[in-house]
C-alpha cells in the first residue's frame, strides 16, 4: 500500500471524541491508521475518513495487552510507514466502588497503562526528523478534580498528565511535542450512558439529570466531538509549534486553572 507523507494513529476511533479526531484529521494526504476493541465500528470510522480524502487502516487492538499492541504499531508502520501523530484517545469511563466489583484495576489498566504502551510502542516506529512529531494524549476534566465513586477514573486520568509531562521532557530533544486534553462534558455515546446512570440515581428523568450536571458549567453545554477534534487538529498543527508537557482544557468554563 501506498506511503503518505504524514502517517497519523487514533486510538479509541470507533466512536465519539476518537471518531470526530480522525475525521479532523483526514486532510492533506495523510494515512491513518485507527485502532479501537470494536471492529464494526473501527471499519466505520475508516469509511468516514476515506470519504475525507485519506487513506485508513483499521486495526482491532486492546491497549490492555501490551504484546498487541506492540504487534499493532509495527503492522501499522509496515502498511503506512513510520509514524508522525499519535493521538492516544482509548479508554474506559464510569464509576467503580470498593468490594468484591471494583474496577480500579481495569480503568487503571486501560486509561493510564494502555495508553502508555501506545506511545512507547509509537516511539519505536516514529518518523525521522528534523519536523515535529507529535504525541496527544485525551485525558479529562477528572484529572484535575475529584468525584465520589470516581477513584478509578479520576486516578488513571490525573497519571496521564504526569505521564505527559515526563515524556514531553523526554523526548524534546528529538523534536516531539507531547501533550494533553482535559475535556469537561461531551456530547458522547459515554457521557449520556454516564447521564442515565445519574438519572437512575436521583430516581428522575435524563433532562433534569442534564440539568442538574449542567449547573457547574458556566456556559450551560456540553461539548460536541467536532470542538475536540479542532483543538487537536491545531495541537498538531505549525501554529501549536511552542507547546509541548502541556494540558489544555476545553469544559466549558467547569474548571478554571
Not at 501523530?85 to 466489583?101: E, I, R
Not at 496521564?160 to 514531553?168: E, I, Q
Amino acid at each position: 500500500m501506498a506511503k503518505s507523507a504524514r502517517h497519523v494513529v487514533v486510538t479509541g476511533a470507533g466512536t465519539g471524541i476518537g471518531r470526530a479526531i480522525a475525521v479532523a484529521l483526514a486532510a492533506k494526504g495523510s494515512s491513518l491508521t485507527l485502532l479501537a476493541r470494536d471492529a464494526g465500528r473501527l471499519e466505520a470510522t475508516a469509511e468516514l475518513v476515506r470519504e475525507h480524502g485519506a487513506q485508513a487502516q483499521a486495526i482491532p487492538c486492546d491497549i490492555r495487552k501490551r504484546k498487541a499492541v506492540d504487534l499493532a504499531f509495527a503492522d501499522a508502520t509496515a502498511r503506512f510507514g513510520p509514524i508522525h501523530v499519535l493521538v492516544a484517545n482509548s479508554g474506559v469511563g464510569g464509576p467503580n466502588a470498593a468490594g468484591p466489583k471494583d474496577r480500579f484495576d481495569d480503568l487503571v489498566a486501560t486509561n493510564l497503562v494502555g495508553t502508555y504502551s501506545c506511545l512507547r510502542a509509537a516511539e519505536r516506529h516514529l518518523a525521522p526528523g528534523p519536523a515535529p512529531r507529535h504525541f496527544v494524549v485525551i485525558a479529562s476534566i477528572l484529572a484535575r478534580i475529584g468525584v465520589a465513586n470516581y477513584t478509578g477514573y479520576c486516578a488513571s486520568k490525573a497519571g496521564l498528565l504526569g505521564l505527559v509531562r515526563s515524556l514531553a521532557a523526554e523526548l524534546a530533544p528529538a523534536n516531539v511535542q507531547v501533550n494533553a486534553l482535559c475535556p469537561g462534558w461531551v456530547n458522547t455515546e459515554m457521557a449520556r450512558s454516564g447521564l442515565e446512570g445519574f438519572a437512575r440515581a436521583m430516581n428522575s428523568s435524563y433532562e433534569r439529570a442534564f440539568e442538574v450536571a449542567m449547573q457547574s458549567v458556566p456556559l450551560k453545554r456540553m461539548s460536541e466531538p467536532e470542538e475536540v477534534a479542532a483543538l487537536v487538529r491545531w495541537l498538531v498543527s505549525k501554529e501549536a509549534r511552542g507547546i509541548t508537557g502541556q494540558a489544555l482544557d476545553i469544559n466549558n468554563g467547569a474548571w478554571m486553572g
